[in-house]
Nanobody, 115 residues
Framework: QVRLVESGGGLVQPGGSLRLSCVAS????????MGWYRQAPGPQRDLVAT???????NYADSVKGRFTISRDNAKNTVALQMNSLKPEDTAVYYC?????????WGRGTHITVSS
């Protein structure tokens, strides 16, 4: 089993910045993808950004140029630096780690972008 714990959510004004962090613990497999997904009110959980253990990144078009994902393989952590936040970024953000059929999720952290 793998446990993921997110931190760093909260309320921020439009145009502001936040940094999310996630630490993974447990039976972590060496080659994996870590990342962030988000879910606004409704059933759909959308990709925000992912990063492989070799450092390859992938971003949703809506966050390119504003968000930056990074990871520390030695510490089993992944971070998401979010700049120029918009009201439409409001959602619950979930940390993710996966490799093939093995996928784990954090419990989520709320971000509200509002004036």
């Amino acid at each position: 089993q793998v446990r993921l714990v997110e931190s760093g959510g909260g309320l921020v004004q439009p145009g502001g910045s936040l940094r999310l962090s996630c630490v993974a613990s447990g039976s972590i497999f060496s080659r994996n993808t870590m990342g962030w997904y988000r879910q606004a009110p409704g059933p759909q959980r959308d990709l925000v950004a992912t990063i492989t253990s070799s450092g390859s990144t992938n971003y949703a078009d809506s966050v390119k140029g504003r968000f930056t994902i990074s990871r520390d393989n030695a510490k089993n952590t992944v971070a998401l630096q979010m700049n120029s936040l918009k009201p439409e970024d409001t959602a619950v953000y979930y940390c993710y780690i996966g490799a093939g059929a093995r996928q784990y999720w954090g419990r989520g952290t709320h971000i509200t972008v509002s004036s």
